[in-house]
């Protein structure tokens, strides 16, 4: 069983940075294709950024482009999203997910490519 705990959200405001961090647990992240996800209120939870089962390639929402960048840290079973110039509609609350098996080099960007999820972290963005 696979257990993922997101942190770093939190209030900030129109410009700012937030770094996410997600800690998983019950698997090794290195075979793993990991994804962003953000839900706002009254919205369906949406794509932000992936890695590929591989590690080799990501993939970003258009809106997110430039603004933010997903990495990993193997060693330590951590992906994270650094958030930069921040805008009131990026908040939401957001999830990290894991799929444990896939294509080498897809980028998986739907929610339902995802097999676990984490409980989600607040990010609210101030103007």
């Known amino acids: 069983q696979v257990q993922l705990v997101e942190s770093g959200g939190g209030l900030v405001q129109a410009g700012g940075s937030l770094r996410l961090s997600c800690a998983a647990s019950?698997?090794?992240?290195?075979?793993?294709?990991m994804g962003w996800f953000r839900q706002a209120p009254g919205k369906e939870r949406e794509f932000v950024a992936a890695?590929?089962?591989?590690?080799?390639?990501?993939a970003y929402t258009d809106s997110v482009k430039g603004r933010f960048t997903i990495s990993r840290d193997n060693a330590k079973n951590t992906v994270y999203l650094q958030m930069n110039s921040l805008k009131p509609e990026d908040t939401a609350v957001y999830y990290c997910?894991?799929?444990?098996?896939?294509?080498?080099?897809?980028?998986?960007?739907?929610?339902?490519?995802?097999?676990?999820w984490g409980q989600g972290t607040q990010v609210t963005v101030s103007s």
């Open positions: 997910a894991v799929r444990p098996k896939g294509a080498t080099l897809v980028v998986y960007t739907t929610t339902r490519d995802y097999d676990y």
């Open positions: 019950g698997r090794t992240f290195s075979s793993s294709a």
């Open positions: 890695f590929s089962w591989s590690g080799i390639r990501t």
